[in-house]
């Protein structure tokens, strides 16, 4: 018997409380994925990196101290394999092309 594999571990981050609590529920909810905690702010998902290395970043494009495109970029130096999904309501392609020249996955 072949064991299953170890669930990808997610950083969320999120500066909306209610919406942030949303989405590690459903995060946690996929049998493959565990949302390892959640922070509204630039820093807090510094010190997430830094306390439990993620495999996976799920980014608000507009934390509660700025845009999130430079922390991607931070992330990548930090751990160049992890994964960074940046999500928004805007549909603006000069957002989607900032966002994957620092360094966005999806």
Not at 2 to 15: N, Q, Y
Not at 30 to 36: F, G, K, Y
Not at 64 to 84: F, M, N, T, W
């Given at each position: 018997?072949?064991?299953?594999?170890?669930p990808l571990?997610?950083?969320?981050?999120?500066?909306?409380?209610?919406?942030?609590?949303?989405?590690?529920?459903?995060?946690?909810?996929?049998?493959?994925?565990?949302?390892i905690g959640?922070?509204?702010?630039?820093?807090?998902?510094?010190?997430?990196?830094?306390?439990?290395?993620?495999?996976?970043?799920?980014?608000?494009?507009?934390?509660?101290?700025?845009?999130?495109?430079?922390?991607?970029?931070?992330?990548?130096?930090?751990?160049?394999?992890?994964?960074?999904?940046?999500?928004?309501?805007?549909?603006?392609p000069a957002?989607?092309?900032?966002?994957?020249?620092?360094?966005?996955?999806?």
């Amino acid at each position: 018997m072949t064991a299953s594999p170890a669930p990808l571990r997610i950083a969320l981050g999120e500066d909306h409380q209610d919406l942030a609590q949303v989405l590690a529920m459903l995060i946690d909810m996929q049998p493959d994925l565990h949302c390892i905690g959640h922070a509204a702010t630039a820093g807090g998902v510094l010190e997430l990196a830094e306390r439990e290395a993620p495999d996976a970043y799920v980014l608000d494009l507009t934390l509660a101290d700025g845009s999130c495109i430079p922390l991607v970029a931070r992330l990548r130096a930090r751990q160049p394999d992890c994964l960074v999904v940046v999500f928004t309501g805007y549909a603006d392609p000069a957002l989607e092309a900032a966002c994957r020249t620092a360094g966005c996955d999806a």
